[in-house]
């Protein structure tokens, strides 16, 4: 395997967002991250850069998996944001405040940055991560969505699971 691709997409990440998106299923990862994201090793994490606001890239993204019947979003967001200071990182409140808009009635799972990045690497050993790295110079503020199935969930999945042991 290689390592993760990287490409310089400023103006066309929607592009890619675009023609990427009907090749994503369950078990695959779109993260939004900040200027600071380090560049992932695992082979299938590519990157790619937006020269755009992340609020904006979160909300496009939000937006296009919105559009898709094949995949629905489980959100994650550092635990760390909510005890990040404005006199630590300038912005942070209204970087707060606008993602909190964005994510109404789309409940996100907060938990500490390392066991996202931990479900992250396992996920890019095997399956397609596509990172989108913003100019946002505030930590923190990645927002990860990991996809499942949109036509399926859970429940029917432990039916489908007891019918088969029951036979």
Not at 30 to 48: C, F, K, N, R, S
Request: hydrophobic share 45%.
């Amino acid at each position: 395997m290689t390592l993760s691709t990287v490409a310089f997409a400023a103006d066309n990440w929607k592009e890619t967002l675009r023609e990427e998106l009907p090749l994503l299923g369950h078990r695959n990862w779109i993260v939004v991250a900040d200027a600071a994201y380090p560049l992932q090793t695992a082979p299938g994490i590519e990157t790619i850069c937006a020269d755009a606001d992340q609020v904006t890239v979160v909300k496009e993204v939000l937006a296009a998996l919105a559009k898709t019947s094949h995949v629905k979003p489980v959100i994650f967001t550092d635990a760390e944001m909510k005890f990040v200071t404005e006199k630590n990182a300038p912005g942070i409140g209204a970087y707060r405040a606008a993602l909190a808009g964005l994510l109404t009635n789309r409940p996100a799972q907060v938990l500490p940055h390392e066991q996202i990045i931990g479900k992250l690497d396992e996920a890019g050993k095997t399956f397609k991560v596509l990172l989108i790295k913003t100019p946002l110079t505030v930590p923190y503020t990645s927002v990860f969505f990991q996809l499942e199935c949109g036509y399926w969930n859970p429940a029917a999945e432990q039916e489908l699971r007891a019918a088969m042991s029951a036979k």
